[in-house]
T-cell receptor, first 113, second 115 residues
Framework: LAKTTQPISMDSYEGQEVNITCSHN???????ITWYQQFPSQGPRFIIQ???TKVTNEVASLFIPADRKSSTLSLPRVSLSDTAVYYC??????????????FGTGTRLQVTL | DSGVTQTPKHLITATGQRVTLRCSPR?????VYWYQQSLDQGLQFLIQ???????AKGNILERFSAQQFPDLHSELNLSSLELGDSALYFC??????????????FGAGTRLSVL
């Protein structure tokens, strides 16, 4: 499973766009890129997933360059309720890479007024 | 609500004891994963089961064991508990195919306190 590197923390004001980048230099051909959000004392929650190019859903966008060695989670117009830890996970679960699953320490996003 | 159910929500026990954590995956999900999250730490993958069989192991201690039953619910057994085992334990489930094959759905967790 590809090792990921993310910033430890980020600060933003309410209403701003936040971009969190994850580096995964040794991503494998079958690996997908998945982002999760975790609030204190709760289980992680799926936000968005992609393989290449750009993916957008109702809460976020995911940008993946052609070499797939990094990805950027974009949160438009954040609010106080977006304060959480965001994890980038790279892998392909069905092909047995779960043995190396690691969420790392994630990026702690703090949104203020 | 993720559809993954974990019980109990809280567990307080003493060192040296044994506890069992239970997880019911989402309907139709065959894979179950167990994670440990200590205070202010990331999630550490422990073990994965697929349709009753162990599929992958992570940093799981020998004092810990798990199983998945025919009805697909899973149990994580922690024995000879130590103070350092105090943590949040999460269960997640996933499907094996289709567009959602790489998405894990997490339960609310069990908070274990070893005194």
């Amino acid at each position: 499973l590809a090792k990921t590197t993310q910033p430890i923390s980020m600060d933003s004001y309410e209403g701003q766009e936040v971009n969190i980048t994850c580096s995964h230099n040794n991503i494998a051909t079958n690996d997908y890129i998945t982002w999760y959000q975790q609030f204190p004392s709760q289980g992680p929650r799926f936000i968005i997933q992609g393989y290449k190019t750009k993916v957008t859903n109702e809460v976020a966008s995911l940008f993946i360059p052609a070499d797939r060695k990094s990805s950027t989670l974009s949160l438009p117009r954040v609010s106080l309720s977006d304060t959480a830890v965001y994890y980038c996970l790279v892998g392909d679960l069905p092909t047995g890479t779960a043995s190396k699953l690691t969420f790392g320490t994630g990026t702690r996003l703090q949104v203020t007024l | 609500d993720s559809g993954v159910t974990q019980t109990p929500k809280h567990l307080i026990t003493a060192t040296g004891q044994r506890v069992t954590l239970r997880c019911s995956p989402r309907s139709g999900d065959l894979s179950v994963y167990w994670y440990q999250q200590s205070l202010d730490q990331g999630l550490q993958f422990l073990i994965q089961y697929y349709n009753g069989e162990e599929r992958a192991k992570g940093n799981i201690l020998e004092r810990f064991s798990a199983q998945q039953f025919p009805d697909l619910h899973s149990e994580l057994n922690l024995s000879s508990l130590e103070l350092g085992d105090s943590a949040l334990y999460f269960c997640a489930s996933s499907v094996e195919s289709g567009l959602a094959k790489n998405i894990q759905y997490f339960g609310a967790g069990t908070r274990l306190s070893v005194l």
